[in-house]
């Protein structure tokens, strides 16, 4: 074997001339079946993160042609990654973006990845599911919007992303309704779990080993976790069971075709309204991939960006968009924390950053004065994440910043992942500057309600509560972070006032689908990546379902379909 | 740490009270003059069968104090020895193994006072040592727990050397009485009484797989073999156990032996299998001075050994000696 020194993920792509990435083997390749662009494929698929990896997979294996596009590059962990926190902000997407609004969002290594395997590459792999109540928040709970699915089919999803990820998880989850165990079982508890379990006992209120899509025990050539920390950095052993390792290899298996450095700027839809096929930029050049059906996973951001750039003399506002709500109800997450020192050495950052989680506020509504729910989990931030928190939190810089770096092995941290609530306010529009591939970059505008504010204040009132019960001194807390990115493509029950239904199918262009974070219409208390799977299994089935049944072609939704689906079947 | 002190002294001093106990007990009466006079009159076998099976005994023990010393020197490493009492499983299970090699080659019948004495400590050390990793468990967040039962000491682990101890133990009481009518122990049928106790050492080492298995996934196959495979001979070991002593024709148990020396087999193929899961981890055998302790414990299986060599020992006892 011979060893290409020229082989830069980032600059030539990888996935070529019939063969891909072997994640599993270093220098090895998969055999990948190929298309040519001209020659139209049943789908092609933008974004192979959580929504479109999972689904490339899925509908691959249903016996689907399958181009799966993405902007970012096709890594192999294991020769790729170091341990090196500078090194692995290549993972992230850090185009050209603007923010704005009361809070702007801070863009980048928190929210969002650029890469075959999407933000799962460098995500924290905390795997959870929505409350059920959460699916149906409007009517039971009095907020938000109302989920097009109900909860039972949701759990079944769940159980099929918790198996296809091996999830590692405890053996009774102390909330919800019962699920069934998880595959692997719960890795060992790291000091600062410990903190956090002794918080809560301290306090009455239940705690749990996270459920984390990391390996507890070997699978396949996957090595179980080594337990380095470097999880949000990229995962250098496979252990990490993101897309790129998991759904993937199995989507090329099945007959995908993955396309890395391939940035869709443009879905075409001819004068009947159909979607025709995507143009993406390649190797220095555009070109025009061909396809029956197109589905944008792009994330909360790139993916209302691809359907407001897609704007045509008949579609003046994006594609998609009769209802107007392409990029509206965009939602973060609150990431607060409270931080504080222990007398013990704790070293964080052995392990997992997530390895212990607390439920309890999710599922109690007595005692709130807020809408939704929060979990908060302990913590593990690397350190250089670690100094950047403490000089833009509080300020600290210069030989305070390395006096206090000094107590780095003691810090022990509670962060929450809260809901916030849907505002059509807060949203992703086109700015008038373009990127370099000559696209308009997206400007993100978002404000915090007055809701969102209680919910943080109560949860850093609870969490200081902890920490001080754990035993922790010099307790400060950390007040404006925020995470996850969902809304902007909104499903629902009715087309004027979402943008796809519960099968992720665009209400305006029956060809063109959405499948990522984007469709949520409320976010919950808890991150959001498993259900984003759950859905884009539930799609692909249900696809595959009307695809049976002929109905995945035609050229309007309430239309009598005409024609027959002879070419899907 | 202070309470950590006090264990230690209080285990130390229990430790040795035992341990001088044993030695201080007068020497079994050395009675080699007297001639075996009532051996022809007696029916039923020779002693040599009973010292043939208490060597067997030994050296079943000293598989067991060997599987104990490898595990208990890796896993307290990987505790860093963090409590100096942990120290004490290596020396005891190295001083078992020396006895049980020097039981082995000792053809002599009776019982041996330092062999005595060290198999008493190897017990001791098993229930001390059961007290220590209980209370490692509980005094964990979360107590009584999976996560402390995967994670925290192995309640299970130092039972290997409390019954490396005992089935010692039984190995000279087996030598003592070999020219009694009956070999016995504590006035109970020897073969019986160790065949009973082996079946219970095979129903908890199968315990404590399945629950490191269970930790695993069971994410390969066979890794339900050590958790299916003994208890079944447990179950054969307790049938022979509660035989009809009058039945000559029910004491050969040819299935019984046979299955001993399937999980005896089995112990060894063990250690191959946790090789391979060694290999598994990141860097595989490159990488062995971390993946040794991040991986499956290369020493643990053998312990079916040496039960089934008790198991062995017992049976071939009881095929000697109709009543033993
Ligand atoms: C640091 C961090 C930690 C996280 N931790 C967790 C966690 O512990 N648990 C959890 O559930 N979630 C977590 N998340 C969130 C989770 O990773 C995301 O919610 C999820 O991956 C989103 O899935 P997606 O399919 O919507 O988008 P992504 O997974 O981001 O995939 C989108 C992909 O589309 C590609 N793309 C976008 N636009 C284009 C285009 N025009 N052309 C071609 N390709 C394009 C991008 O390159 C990207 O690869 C974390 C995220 C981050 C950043
Ligand atoms: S701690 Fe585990 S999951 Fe995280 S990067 Fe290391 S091996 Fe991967």
């Known amino acids: ?569 | 740490m202070s309470n950590d002190t006090d264990w230690l002294v209080g285990a130390g001093l229990a430790l040795s009270a035992i341990a001088a106990t044993a030695m201080l007990q007068p020497s079994p009466p050395r009675r080699l003059e007297r001639k075996p006079a009532s051996l022809p009159s007696r029916p039923g076998p020779h002693p040599r069968a009973s010292v043939r099976a208490a060597r067997r005994l030994n050296r079943a023990a000293g598989m067991l104090a060997a599987s104990v010393l490898a595990d208990s020197s890796v896993e307290h490493y990987r505790g860093s020895f963090k409590n100096k009492a942990m120290y004490t499983p290596l020396a005891v299970s190295a001083l078992t193994l020396a006895m049980s090699a020097h039981g082995t080659a000792d053809r002599r019948p009776w019982a041996h006072r330092l062999r005595d004495g060290s198999y008493l400590l190897a017990a001791a050390t098993g229930l001390i040592g059961t007290g220590f990793h209980v209370y490692n468990v509980t005094r964990k967040v979360g107590g009584f727990s999976w996560q402390n039962l995967f994670y925290g000491a192995p309640l299970g682990a130092p039972m290997a050397i409390l019954l490396s101890g005992l089935l010692g133990f039984c190995s000279e009481r087996v030598r003592d009485t070999s020219r009694a009518q009956r070999p016995h122990v504590f006035g109970l049928p020897a073969a019986r009484t160790i065949a009973a106790v082996t079946a219970a050492g095979l129903l908890g080492t199968s315990g404590e797989a399945g629950l490191l298995h269970f930790r695993g996934a069971f994410h390969n196959p066979f890794m339900a073999v050590p958790v299916t495979l003994p208890p079944v001979g447990a179950a054969l070991l307790f049938k022979a156990a509660a035989r009809d002593p009058g039945d000559d024709k029910t004491r050969r148990h040819p299935l019984t032996r046979a299955w001993m020396w399937l999980l005896a087999a089995m112990g060894f193929a063990g250690v191959g299998f946790h090789a391979y899961g060694v290999s598994r981890n990141m860097g595989g055998w490159r990488n062995w001075s971390q993946n040794i302790l991040a991986g499956p414990p290369l020493p643990a299986p053998p312990s079916f050994t040496g039960l089934a060599l008790a198991g062995l020992a017992a049976l071939g006892l009881m095929r000697e000696h109709p009543d033993a």
């Open chain 1, 1 to 569: 074997m011979f060893v290409d020194i020229s082989d830069d993920p980032q600059a030539t792509p990888r996935a070529m001339a019939g063969r891909a990435p072997d994640v599993f083997r270093p220098g090895g390749w998969v055999p990948m079946r190929c298309h040519r662009d001209d020659e139209p494929v049943d789908f092609v698929i933008v974004g192979t993160g959580a929504g479109g990896g999972t689904l490339a997979c899925k509908l691959a294996e249903y016996g689907f042609s399958v181009v799966a596009l993405d902007a970012g590059p096709y890594f192999r962990p294991l020769e790729d990654f170091a341990s090196d926190e500078a090194e692995q902000t290549k993972l992230y997407w850090t185009d050209d973006r603007i923010t704005d609004g009361a809070n702007p969002l801070q863009l980048g290594s928190n929210n969002s990845g650029k890469a075959v395997g999407g933000s799962t590459v460098h995500f924290a792999m905390v795997s959870l599911r929505l409350r059920p109540e959460w699916f149906k928040s409007r009517t039971l709970l009095g907020y938000g919007a109302d989920w097009p699915i109900d909860w039972r089919e949701m759990w079944t999803y769940y159980e099929e992303v918790e198996q296809a990820l091996k999830i590692s998880g405890p053996i009774t989850y102390p909330w919800g309704p019962k699920r069934p165990r998880y595959p692997y079982r719960a890795h060992p508890l790291n000091a600062a779990a410990r903190v956090l379990a002794r918080g809560c006992e301290a306090l009455g209120i239940s705690w749990t080993e996270t459920p984390l899509a990391t390996l507890s025990a070997p699978r396949g050539l996957a090595h179980p976790c080594v337990y380095r920390g470097f999880c949000v950095a990229g995962c250098s052993t496979n252990a990490k069971q993101s897309a790129l390792v998991t759904w993937i290899p199995r989507a090329l298996a099945a007959g995908a075709e993955i396309r890395d450095l391939a940035m869709a700027g443009r879905i075409e839809v001819d004068d009947d309204d159909r979607v025709t096929g995507v143009h993406y930029h390649r190797e220095g050049r555009w070109r025009f991939q061909r396809a029956r059906n197109v589905v944008v996973a792009g994330y909360a951001i790139e993916t209302p960006r691809l359907l407001l750039n897609s704007a045509t003399d008949r579609h003046r506002d994006g594609l998609a968009n009769s209802s107007g709500l392409v990029g509206k109800y965009l939602m973060t997450q609150s990431n607060q924390a409270v931080w504080g020192l222990m007398d013990d050495e704790i070293r964080s950052y052995k392990g997992p950053p997530s390895l212990a989680i607390t439920e309890h506020w999710n599922y109690e509504d007595n005692g709130k004065d807020f809408f939704g729910g929060y979990a908060y989990m302990s913590q593990g931030p690397l350190p250089q994440l670690w100094a950047n928190t403490l000089a833009q939190a509080r300020g600290l810089w210069g030989a305070r910043l390395v006096e206090e770096m000094t107590n780095y092995n003691h810090v022990a941290g509670l962060k929450i992942v809260g809901e916030m609530l849907p505002q059509e306010r807060n949203c992703v529009t086109l700015a008038d500057e373009v990127d370099q591939y000559g696209l308009r970059i997206p400007r993100v505008t978002y404000s915090w309600c007055d809701n969102d504010r209680r919910l943080i204040d109560h949860s850093l009132a609870f969490m200081t509560r902890a920490l001080q019960a754990a035993g922790a001194k010099d307790i400060w807390a950390q007040e404006d972070d925020t995470c996850h990115l969902n809304g902007t493509a909104r499903m629902g029950d009715d087309p004027r006032s979402s943008v796809v239904d519960a099968d992720c199918r665009s209400w305006d262009i029956p060809n063109l689908w959405i499948c990522d974070g984007s469709v949520f219409p409320t976010v919950g208390g808890v991150n959001p990546s498993l259900t984003i799977q759950a859905i884009a299994c539930r799609t692909a089935d249900r696809i595959h379902a009307m695809a049976r049944r002929g109905e995945l072609t035609g050229s309007s939704r309430r239309a009598a379909q005409t024609r027959t689906a002879s070419q899907m079947a």
